[in-house]
Nanobody, 121 residues
Framework: QVQLVESGGGLVQAGGSLRLSCAAS????????MGWFRQAPGKEREFVAAISWIVTTTYYADSVNGRFSISRDNAKNTLYLQMNSLKPEDTAVYYCAIVKYRASAWLGDYWGQGTQVTVSS
């Protein structure tokens, strides 16, 4: 049974930065593509970023490309999301997930419980 636990969310002013972490246990973390999704109030969950398991190629949604950076430390079984130049529209619950690429989209297989990010204007 996989467990994913996010941390690092909080309240930040527009233009600020936050670093999210996701601690994984229960499976071979290094063998999986990993990703971040987010869900704002009244909206569907959307893809934010993904990182492949072997060559650590990264992928980003257009809305965060150039501002967010996804990385992983396989020795620590931890996934990160560095978020810079935050905007109020980045406000959402952020979820860590084991992901797969199907039909030209990143899909979540296993999910963490989420961490709230609130960006004030």
């Amino acid at each position: 049974q996989v467990q994913l636990v996010e941390s690092g969310g909080g309240l930040v002013q527009a233009g600020g930065s936050l670093r999210l972490s996701c601690a994984a246990s229960g499976r071979s973390f290094s063998l999986h593509h990993m990703g971040w999704f987010r869900q704002a109030p009244g909206k569907e969950r959307e893809f934010v970023a993904a990182i492949s398991w072997i060559v650590t190629t990264t992928y980003y949604a257009d809305s965060v490309n150039g501002r967010f950076s996804i990385s992983r430390d396989n020795a620590k079984n931890t996934l990160y999301l560095q978020m810079n130049s935050l905007k109020p529209e980045d406000t959402a619950v952020y979820y860590c997930a084991i992901v797969k690429y199907r039909a030209s989209a990143w899909l979540g297989d296993y999910w963490g419980q989420g961490t709230q990010v609130t960006v004030s204007s």
